[in-house]
Each structure stands twice: as structure tokens, then as C-alpha cells.
């Protein structure tokens, strides 16, 4: 099994910045990958970002690309969404999860967080 505790959302006006954080602990987790997810009022869930724990590999959705930056720290099982330039449209519930996957569909994804609000104003 893998825990995962995410932190860092908050509400901030249009063009602000956010910074994420999702903790991993559990078993040997090796080079899983990690993603966010985001829920917005009355939308389906969306893949944000993802990235391999070990190895660094990223991919991004393109409402994002240029704006959220997903990194990691391996010595502490962490990894990092910073999000720039936010905009209204990026308010929703953002979710952190892993697997053994290279997948942008979420249920690809064996473990979940869960969840922090990120509310955009305009």
C-alpha cells in the first residue's frame, strides 16, 4: 500500500502563484509515478501533470503546459506542483496519485490522496 498526503492549496487571486506538495510512504516505491488530478465544480476529473519518482519523466496536460512546473524530491518521497499564472478556470479540488503506470487516465491509478482546494479569484 502507498499513503499519500497532499498539502498547499489555498485561494489566491488571477495570476498568482501556488506550490503544491504530495508525500509518499508505504512500501518501496521505486520509479511509480505520481500525478495530479483536478476536479473543478460541476466538471469531470482532469489529468494535470505526472511524473516518474526515480527517473524524472513529465508530462503535462496543455491547459497547463508553460504555467505548473511538477518536480520532485526523492529523498523525501515528495513531489511538487508549482502553479503560476493561475487563472479562475484552474480552481477546482486537486488530487495527488500513484501507480505503476505511464497513464493520464485516473483510473490507471491505484492510490490516491485526499485532496486540497485551489480557488482561483478573478
Known amino acids: 500500500q502507498v499513503q499519500l498526503v497532499e498539502s498547499g492549496g489555498g485561494s489566491v487571486q488571477a495570476g498568482g502563484s501556488l506550490r503544491l506538495s504530495c508525500v509518499a510512504s508505504?512500501?518501496?516505491?521505486?520509479?511509480?509515478?505520481m500525478a495530479w488530478f483536478r476536479q473543478g465544480p460541476g466538471k469531470e476529473r482532469e489529468f494535470v501533470a505526472v511524473?516518474?519518482?526515480?527517473?524524472?519523466?513529465?508530462d503535462y496536460a496543455d491547459s497547463v503546459k508553460g504555467r505548473f512546473t511538477v518536480s520532485r524530491d526523492v529523498s523525501k518521497n515528495t513531489v511538487y506542483l508549482q502553479m503560476n499564472s493561475l487563472r479562475p478556470e484552474d480552481t477546482a479540488t486537486y488530487s495527488c496519485?500513484?501507480?505503476?503506470?505511464?497513464?493520464?487516465?485516473?483510473?490507471?491509478?491505484?492510490?490516491w490522496g485526499q485532496g486540497t482546494q485551489v480557488t482561483v479569484s478573478s
Open positions: 496519485a500513484a501507480g505503476y503506470v505511464w497513464n493520464k487516465g485516473a483510473n490507471q491509478y491505484a492510490y
Open positions: 511524473i516518474t519518482l526515480f527517473l524524472g519523466a513529465t
Open positions: 508505504g512500501r518501496t516505491l521505486g520509479n511509480i509515478a
